[in-house]
């Protein structure tokens, strides 16, 4: 089945820098990659997601890159405020609302953004 | 509308008893996915229904898990002779068939389980 690795495990960074954060997959099948935020004590809400079709998407200060050679695929955040604190996780789906549906999470990156 | 509805919020069980876990997704919503996150943790996928199936129970860590889905609806996850290593929160998770057009996974609050 799909494995997802996910780094680093935490990040700090000083408000205004960017951020950077890698996942690496198993399955060269994978079509569809999200990316989740969890702010503590809340639920994973979707901040952005690829699939195997496009290799770069952005949205305002967050954008996704996929290198499907390498099998790897990497959430980038600019400009980083204090509410960009949160623990963030990639995943990954053979075919994700198919059959094959189930999506993989990685163990997830602690950002601490400092003032 | 509501969103995904999970029971109990928090459940405290003695070592070796069973326990069952109810969730209730978002109307309409085809695909329910179970998960669970130890402290600190990520999150660690348990199963995945399509409909009343379950394409892919590799998840499920033992075979004192079980889950079942009725109506296209509820699913339950049931744990049988708990263990201390089963505390956890366990996420619910749905999602809509047509994944094309919104392919958030909408998660339930979860339930906090602690077995003593």
């Known amino acids: 089945g799909e494995n997802v690795e996910q780094h680093p495990s935490t990040l700090s960074v000083q408000e205004g820098d960017s951020a950077v954060i890698k996942c690496t997959y198993s399955?060269?099948?994978?079509?569809?990659f999200p990316w989740y935020k969890q702010e503590l004590g809340k639920r994973p809400q979707l901040i952005i997601d690829i699939r195997s079709n496009v290799g770069e998407k952005k949205d305002q200060r967050i954008a996704v890159t996929l290198n499907k050679t390498a099998k790897h695929f990497s959430l980038h955040i600019t400009e980083t405020q204090p509410e960009d604190s949160a623990v963030y996780f990639c995943?990954?789906?053979?075919?994700?609302?198919?059959?094959?549906?189930?999506?993989?999470f990685g163990k997830g990156t602690k950002l601490s953004v400092k003032p | 509308g509501a969103g995904v509805s999970q029971s109990p919020s928090n459940k405290v069980t003695e070592k070796g008893k069973d326990v069952e876990l109810r969730c209730d997704p978002i109307s309409g919503h085809t695909a329910l996915y179970w998960y669970r996150q130890s402290l600190g943790q990520g999150l660690e996928f348990l199963i995945y229904?399509?409909?009343?199936?379950?394409?892919?129970k590799s998840g499920l860590p033992s075979d004192r898990f079980s889950a079942e889905r009725t109506g296209g609806s509820v699913s339950t996850l049931t744990i049988q002779r708990t263990q201390q290593e089963d505390s956890a929160v366990y996420l619910c998770?749905?999602?809509?068939?047509?994944?094309?057009?919104?392919?958030?996974?909408?998660f339930g609050n979860g339930t906090r389980l602690t077995v003593t």
């Open positions: 399955d060269s099948a994978s079509n569809y």
């Open positions: 995943a990954a789906a053979l075919n994700y609302g198919g059959s094959q549906g189930n999506l993989i």
């Open positions: 998770a749905s999602s809509s068939v047509t994944a094309d057009r919104d392919p958030r996974l909408h």
């Open positions: 229904f399509q409909g009343n199936s379950a394409p892919d």
